[in-house]
């Protein structure tokens, strides 16, 4: 049994591998209102009108979002936040019949 260094990627030194996450990241409120708005779909500018902030503010916050999460895209973002408990799960759109 081996006592080495985990790697974020999941190997330890003698190349056992197991599924391993980096820890969770700590959102500010904030944050987490806009991985919300990621979360629904919305785009910077409707996250933006929806929080009452500019859509440069925003992408800061996305910014942010993805260096704390490590992750690449709002998609990763949006389920990593809902994983970890960040956010809730937005309501259905409602059906068009």
Known sequence: MSCGTLRWDGADDDGNSEERRPPAAQLTRREAEVAQGIAAGLSNRG????????????KVHVRSIF??????????????????????????APDEA
Do not use: N, Y
């Not at 996250?47 to 925003?58: D, K």
């Not at 999460?69 to 936040?81: G, I, L, P």
């Open 47 to 58: 996250i933006g009108r929806q929080l009452g902030i500019s859509e440069r503010t925003v």
């Open 67 to 92: 260096i704390k999460m490590d992750v690449s895209s709002r998609t990763e973002a949006a389920v990593r936040a809902l994983r970890e408990g960040h956010i809730a799960m937005p309501p259905a």
